[in-house]
């Protein structure tokens, strides 16, 4: 099966933004691993995203090696949505109530 589509959720992309940001001001280049590692953990779900275990609320869960982050998504068809880049330590759930974004007519 080809690799499906990944789309981020706007507060999910936020979140990457932001602790990207958190790491490069204590050291480039662990934000830069940091981009990699959240971008490497996205390629890997479009391709097999079945193969990461259930997690809360019809979602599946991808957790980071080197941080502390969870890669939070759910399967809709042919499409994965990133509800969540979460930090382990944050209260669990906080994401529940995102919505998936609508569709673009474009």
Partial sequence: MPAR???????????VVANERWYAQ????????????????IARIGETPETWPRYRRGTRRFILRRFPFSV???????????????????????WRRRKRPARSTA
């Fill in 26 to 41: 204590r050291s480039p280049s662990v934000a830069t691993a940091f981009l990699a590692e959240v971008d490497q953990a």
């Fill in 72 to 94: 939070v998504y759910r399967i809709d068809g042919d499409v994965v949505y990133v509800v969540a880049v979460a930090h382990a330590k944050r209260r669990p759930e906080y």
């Fill in 5 to 15: 589509v990944v789309r981020l959720f706007p507060e999910a992309e936020a979140e």
